[in-house]
Every structure is written in C-alpha cells, then in structure tokens.
C-alpha cells in the first residue's frame, strides 16, 4: 500500500554494524539532525528546540530524568529533541487521511509509518459500515461518551487509563471526574512499569518514592545502577554520571547488557569534549547478572557485608554495619541477618549467575563507599520477584545508613516525564482512605471506596465482559501492554473506546464499536483560555515539581487541551452542580487550588510554582521519618525462589530453555518508533532482531544471520509466537535473549506479573526458539502442551 507522499521514506539498509565509539557526542548531533529534516518541524520554528526549560518555555514531554536547573538554557538530549519534533512536526493527519485508508488499511502499516502521519487536527468517529473514521464535532463526541457512561449498570464497567504524559492539572482533574462517576478502576502507565518500586518501597522506607535529588550526585562517591541503559532512556543522566565520573566517584553498571552509554560518553554540553573527540569513562565495573537474577546477586552483597561485619568484630576493628542507624532507626534488622547468615553461597552464585570473586568485588565496593547511591530501572522490576529484589536493595542500603543521608539514597528512575506526578495527584487504583476522605470532604461527594482495576486485571475484565467502556488518557494501551492478541480481542469487545492524542497510533485502530479519536495540545503549544495562557506542572523522578508553558502555535484551531477534554466529559457525563467542570478549563489554578486542598505537600501550590525551578515536595524518608506501621524503617526477609515458572520450564526442557527480556531501542520511545536504528547495539534499518550468546547460537544448532521463531512457554493452554526474528550474536549471558518491544509483546503472558505489584514480567519470559518457519515449529508447540500437561 502507497502511503501519502509526505510520509514516504528510503527504507534505510537493513544491517548489522558493531558502535565502537562513545555515546552522546557528534553522533548523536548527527542523528538529531537527521530527524529534524524528517520530521519537518512547522514553520521551521527550530528554535522552540533550543528555548525548552527555559523560564518562558515549555517541558520536555520525555523522560523523567530533572534538570539541573529547569531556569537554565536549553540542556542537549538527543531524545528529548525527537520527541519535541514528533510533535511540534508540520505533518499533518487530518480528515482527508482517514477518507483515504480505511482502518483495515491502517492497520497494515507499521508502528513507524502510523507515528509520520503526523498531528491529528479534528475529533473523529468510527463509522463501522465505511471501515473508516469519520469527523465528528465536539459536543457529538462529548454527548456520545456521556451516553455509554450512563447507560452502564455499574461504573465498575468503565476503565480510565492515563498515560504519564498527563500534566499534574489533567490527572487530578481526570481522577476527580472518574471517582465522583463512580469508580477507582484507574489502569496506567505506573502499573507496567515501576509498579513493584510503588509497592515495595512503602513497607521498608514508607514511601514508594526515591528518597534523593539531584544534590546528591554531587557528593556520592559510589553510584551502583540496577538495570538501565541511560543512554537511550534517559540521556540527560549520562551528563550527572559524566560528573560524578569526572571527579572520582565509583560507577557500577549491573546488567546483563554492557550498554554502551554506560562504557564512554561524549557530551554535547562541553565544547572541549566535542572538538577534540573526546570522552569520558562512566563506569568502573560492570556486574553482569543473568535476566532475573538480581535479588540472588544483591542478596549476596547483602550476606558478604554482614560476614564482612562479624569479621570486624572478631578482629575488634570498625563495624561495617552502621549500627548506630540500623538501632535508632530501624526494625527486623535480626530476622534478616540470621536469614543472610543461612543462605547458601551456591544458591546464590548459581540464581544470580554471578561469579562468586565478583560478588565479594560488588560487596567490597559498596562497604568501601561512604556516600552510596542506588539508582534502578526496569531491569528490576519487570520480573515475577520485583517485589521483594526493591526491597532487599531497600534493605542492602540500610545495613550501611545510606537513606537519609547526604550523597545517598534510593533513586528509581521512571520513565515518562510525569509518572510519578500522576500517582502523587490520584491516578491510583489502589488509593488509601485517608486520600479518599480528603478528596470527598473537599468536593462534598462520597467517593467509592473498593480498589480498582490496574492494566492487566482490565484487560481480563475486558476479556470477562466486565468493563465495557475504555477511555485513554495518551499512550498506546494496546501496544504496550502485553500479551498482545488477547489485549486486541479484549479491546474489539468494549461497546467504546476513547483515545485522547496528539497522534494516530495502533491503539487507535484496535476499537470497541463506537470508537472516538479526540485530538490534544501537546505541552510545547500555547494553551489559551479565555485569552489567558495556561501553564501546566510536572513532577520529576526526584519529587521536583515545575510549571511549563507552551511556545508553538497549536497544530490545528479544532484542537482542546486535556484539561478542556476532561471537564467537557465530566460535565456532559455528571452535570455541573458540585464542580464547575468548565471553569477549572478556564482557569487552570483553580485545579491546583484543588490539588493544595486534597494532597499534602502542596500548599500554595499557586504561588510557590512561580520560583525559578518550582519546589521540591519532600520525602519523608529523606528526612528519616519514616511512615510505616511501625514509624521506623523496616527489614524485610525474603527466600529466593526455585519454584518460578522459569525454574519449572527448565526442568522440562533443559538448556534448550531461553529467558528472554523485553528491551526498546535507541530509535524510539516507549512505543513510539522514531526509526529504524538501534545504534549502539550496532543493529540499523531493522527492528525484528534477537539479541543471543554465541555459545548458545552454537548450541542450539543455529548460526548468527539466521531468522528464528519464538515461542513462549507457559500452562494455560495458549499458544504465544513472535515469527522471524533475525539471530544477532552479542555480549549477552548464556541463557538469556534480548529483543525490542512492542514486537515481542504477544510473548508475555497477561497472567505473568510480578508477586504484589501486577508488573507484566516483560523482561523474564521463558521461551523456545525454532528455525524460521520449520517444521520444528511445530515440535516446539507439541512440547508446550506435553509441558502444560506435565503441570497439571
């Protein structure tokens, strides 16, 4: 199919080339360069590029890695200008394009060719007889929403799901008009992400937050960074760890990729550094634990520091354990050291397939720093054990008081620029009754009380006939959540699908039978209401809260901002009566107002938001309060397992047997492809490859360049395949697989999530790889089902 001529591209060379040269740097100019020209930016305003952050600009709507300083000039991120020129682009998907293709046709074009389409500029409508999407005008879209919502029986029937991209104002306003509708069943983005971080963290710190800022980095001397490959998901780290790494601090990468950004980094931001071709080393050691093997590795570090602290007493030499701390501020300490004393070292080094002399190296590191900083990613906690791997890296970092002191801490680093803020303002389906209590006293209704759904208890809802209604806040609901065909069977049996947007994506053409596409302002555009231009907030991965303002001209006169979308729901959905829905979209303090009102931390919001930078909201923890039950820290004990579903699937099939992570790259962000590359993996025009060991290539009867399926293996009876997938031999360890999501998403099992936090378990899939095509194929299908037999 020919797609418009504005949106054809050269289909680059499909190859495998190896990067040798530092991240960031010349190269990463040239590729913003690059995707300047493609993207078109309107009016060829590319100096909006240059004014983000500044005290008049706007935001990056990227990652939520803080600024140094969100009053200083613009700070260079090669994947913070792609997604500001995806979306200032002149490209435009309007009307005539949907007139064009019908939503079969779309749906034949890739992720990549759906993101060039460009902005979308009016509401659409499905209209079922014609395949296509069809304008509709505001108040239809409105009165059409509002009558589903209120012929549902029960507002348990609706799920309101909220990408991280929602502004502060649009999440508390979205999660207000849901809970008065009726409901908690608030699914988002946090659910697949750091959820296992917002729910271990509460029972050992009292806060599911990091409990440093940006400060801290100048005064750790030891940085250990869990499962991240910062030079593609939050560039703007690598400056902080450049600095950090100029002035001697120790850098530990620990994960079982050697990503390059954390072996030398060029940066853009120092002139020197450019001209001669310079660069700086970031990491010191890299720990390289199997997929899924962190909590046996760092349970490991946390057993050598108590052996390391009994030796100390024997000797009668300074304690490694900081008992002042653990004593004052602590409970459990005990129970967990006569658990680290119990384990077994062969357990550990076989579960973490760590080297036993490279634990003892990790341990010497982490007692040898005085000022110790743990940062972590998804590589933590996208595993059935997420759970208890952040809270015994909790525990790990209070033996030693690294909580609540200066250059230490906890720092889980989210993903979308405003994740966290959306939870700390309501988007929580498992909302405590103290937030309830003051959210109802403050709007005089009665909110309900049960918990709600999160992504995947929707989607099986969906599956159920409970939930009929879907109404998406951003993102790509479909795309990124897992177990992909049964998510598309869950979505075509809603009665109605609502995407608010700012471009076409597949989630849109995944629909209920009524189907709407609302069209949004993205944060760089001028928001006017009644004349007055609106400011709208975030809050960074370090509790930091700011105010930005749009600086492009709206992409289209017929588009609302969320904030309008939302109150022009929720009036035609409830009436007017106890929220003037339309003049909280008039006047955004008026939300903030609210927000001061309900949520602790946020008094004068109004006003304290006009400081240069915002306010930092403080963590409790940091200041070692800590709100648990027992008001003091708490150690928690934990076995490692040998009963996973990865365990079990080895037993039958033996080596054979690979785990398999889930991983994006360097091209794109969360599901939005911006290219074909993945350049310091060395992979280039092509997305469908699978990263493997050598010596497993060899041992599974395969050569590198060869295409291969996969296939999960689990015990409910359904067959789960990603077909041709390109054998890329790399620096991997043996039993484990990489491969981009969202095109090994259909592998993830909707019922593999972690223990205690529903996190699809995207990086520890157990799978079996066969010869592209082959008959053998079918070989592995028939061992599936002898192995799902073999459970029951």
Known sequence: MRLP???VM?????????????AAGWGALKYVALNLLKEKVAGGNYRTLLAQNQPNGFDCPGCAWPDREHASTFEFCENGVKAVA???????ATPALFEQFTVADLM???DFELEQHGRLTDPLVYDATRDRYVPISWDDAFELIARHLKQLDDPDRAAFYTSGRASNEAAFLYQLFVRMYGTNNFPDCSNMCH??????LPHTVGVGKGTVTLDDFEHADTLLLFGQNPATNHPRMLGELRECAKRGATIVSINPLKERGLERFASPQHPVEMITMGSTKISSVFIRPKVGGDFALIKGVAKRVIELDDEAIASNLERVLDVGFIAEHTVGFDSFADDLRAESWDAIVAESGVPFEEVLKLADIYVKGRAVI?????????HKNSVPTVQILSNLMMMRGNIGRRGAGLCPVRGHSNVQGDRTVGIEEQPTQEFLGRLGEVYDFEPPREHGLDVVNTIQAMLDGKVKVFIGLGGNFSIATPDTPRTWEAMRACALTVHITTKLNRSHLVHGHDALILPTLGRTEIDLQKGVAQGVSVEDSMSMVHISYGMNKPASENLLSEIAIVARMAHATLGSAKVDWLAHADDYALIRDGIAKV???????NERLKQPGGFHLGVASRDRIWNTPSRKAQFIVHAISFDTPIHRARALYGERLMTLMTTRSHDQYNTTIYGLDDRYRGVYGQRRVLFANRDDIAMLGFKAGERVDITSVWDDGIERRADSFLLVEYDIPRGCLGAYYPET?????LSSVADGAGTPTSKSIPVLLTACGDATSQQALQETSQYEAALA
């Open 374 to 382: 743990s940062t972590w990613g998804m590589g933590l906690t996208q």
């Open 745 to 749: 998403n259909p592998l993830v099992p």
């Open 599 to 605: 949520i602790e931390g946020f008094t004068d919001y």
């Open 195 to 200: 959820e296992a971080t917002s729910r271990g």
């Open 10 to 22: 050269k289909k680059p060379e499909a190859r495998i080339e190896p990067y040798t040269h530092p």
């Open 108 to 110: 034949t074009q890739s």
């Open 86 to 92: 995806a979306e200032a682009t002149s490209k435009r």
């Open 5 to 7: 001529d504005d949106t």
